[in-house]
């Protein structure tokens, strides 16, 4: 199956409304294809933010080859163009890249200060967003800034950890806290690399270089995170 997304303001179609005017079978009921999944072919995804996603999966050229999926592109393109047009007025920061994928951004190969090769693999990200989007669960994600993802305490809004996803010789995760709370060997074992610096105030920052696959899928560190996130919770 091919996906297409698709993003267009939020409001711009309804799902049942666009399941029936585009009509795809469930691949359950396609003999062709030898796969079992029961997910509508056509669906919308409402994100955080002013954006929909529409997505659709298709299998032959033929089941998008019609009037009413032309229909839906003028109409997608024309209401993603008059989004743009609008927030363009207002401020035209709001249309970098990184603004508007938000996460997607990060995954991508764009970004990096030099034309290098990068020295991890993507799935190492990847695999390390899912881990702290269930050890931090409980902190606020921003992804509007162009080189790092900032996770912030809900109470307090200070920036807790940072995840710096734009340099090429690893991924490096930084965490704050007071001084003292943690050691350097509670950590010595994690990622490539490992240090704890001086921070702003009384704080210091516990910095992990992760390379590799096997760093972020470490019980160690899942354990560690869980341990620093209750921790710096219970200071605030």
């Known amino acids: 199956l091919l996906r297409l997304y698709f993003r267009v303001p939020k409001g711009t179609f309804e799902e049942a409304d666009l399941q029936a005017r585009i009509r795809l079978k469930s691949v359950n009921e396609l003999d062709e294809i030898q796969v079992y999944n029961r997910s ?45 047009e609008t927030v363009q007025k207002l401020d035209p920061a709001n249309l970098l890249p990184w603004k508007i994928l938000g ?44 080189t790092c993802a900032q996770y912030r305490h809900p109470k307090s809004n200070e920036v807790v950890a940072k995840l710096q996803t734009k340099r090429r010789d ?3 995760l930084s965490l704050y806290c007071e001084s003292g709370t943690f050691a350097l060997g509670q950590v010595s074992s994690l990622g490539k690399d490992r240090k704890i610096t001086a921070s702003r105030g009384n704080t210091e920052a516990i910095q992990i270089q992760l390379t590799a696959l096997t760093h972020a899928k470490s019980t160690g560190l899942k354990k560690f995170l869980r341990e620093f996130v209750e921790t710096v919770s219970a200071n605030v």
Do not use: C, M
């Open 40 to 84: 509508d072919r056509v669906r919308i995804n409402n994100k955080k933010g002013p954006f929909q996603e529409v997505v659709f999966d298709i299998h032959w050229l033929k089941e998008i080859d019609t009037p009413e999926f032309h229909q839906f592109l003028d109409e997608a393109a024309n209401a993603y163009l008059k989004q743009v």
């Open 103 to 146: 996460k997607k951004w990060h995954l991508t190969r764009k970004g990096f200060p030099s034309n290098k090769r990068v020295a991890w693999k993507l799935e190492t990200l990847e695999k390390l967003f899912d881990v702290l989007d269930k050890e931090f669960e409980s902190l606020t994600v921003d992804w509007s800034t162009k």
């Open 170 to 172: 690893g991924i490096y």
